[in-house]
């Protein structure tokens, strides 16, 4: 059995100030996200789309993440302990930020970016889609380095003990995540996305990836605490969160090839 190492949650320690290992796990996605981008947009060639429309773009998406992802870590895990502790909503970099709730907050901030620059808002998303699942991969370690979001109890060879939670070997969930919904999803969106596509497909197959490998996932991951974090019918909160994304990708896959045919 292997045993979580435990690491400082502060990277970098400069007197009474510290940089957090989760905020520089962030600060990764988004330059992995400028450097990706860049690479994308030598390839789609569109006027108006070069790097200053990148940077602006990723400063609306920067708020949606943060905004959205904090915002539903709250909303949808655990409100009780927010609402008694409400100072403790601003404290981002000891983690806790929902995927689920950063990605309606990426929605509203495209949706307003794209009506901004009178550009079609589902075209938008299928250019970012590729470049979102590294930033995921990022923040997965970051899971990992903080020891939280810990997985299931399990016998498998390389099951881990957090001792910090227990003496109980347990599947190390946050790389199982980071494996699927970051590398996995990269690949097969970078991949799709380098063919020409009907507008609204690769978006569609971002839905589906990431609400299928999420919903795999959570088998091995102990489920959330807080209210949100009872299984209903055997599902967790993660798995219901993800259901709609996989059948909203699907149908927007079909629209998409149906209105290109």
């Keep these: 059995m292997l045993t979580h190492p435990q690491f400082d949650p502060v990277a970098i320690h400069l007197g009474s100030f510290g940089i957090h290992w989760y905020g520089l796990m962030y600060l990764l996605g988004f330059v992995t996200f400028i450097w990706l981008g860049r690479m994308r947009l030598r390839t789609l060639n569109r006027p108006g789309w070069d790097e200053k429309f990148l940077d602006d773009l990723l400063f609306y998406g920067v708020l949606g993440v943060v905004l959205g992802g904090r915002l539903g870590e709250v909303l949808f895990y655990n409100p009780g302990y927010y609402f008694s502790h409400p100072l403790k909503i601003f404290a981002v970099w000891e983690g806790g930020m929902s995927f689920h709730g950063g990605f309606l907050g990426v929605l509203a901030a495209m949706a307003l970016f794209a009506r901004g620059r009178k550009i079609r808002w589902l075209a938008l998303m299928d250019f970012i889609a590729p470049l979102v699942p590294p930033g995921l991969a990022f923040g997965r370690l970051g899971n990992f380095i903080n020891g939280e979001l810990w997985g299931r109890p399990t016998d498998v060879p390389w099951g881990m003990i957090f001792p910090h939670v227990d003496s109980t070997p347990r599947h190390p969930s946050q790389l199982y995540e980071f494996a699927l ?81």
Excluded: C, H
């Design 181 to 261: 919904e970051g590398v996995a999803l990269f690949a097969l969106l970078w991949l799709y996305s380098r063919k020409p596509r009907p507008v609204g497909a690769v978006s569609g197959l971002f839905l589906i990836g990431y609400g299928s490998f999420r919903f795999i996932g959570e088998f091995t991951r102990n489920p959330d605490s807080g209210i949100f974090g009872v299984m209903t019918f055997g599902i967790s909160m993660g798995q219901w969160l993800s259901l709609p994304m996989v059948i909203a990708g699907v149908l927007l896959m079909f629209l998409s090839m149906r209105r290109a045919a």
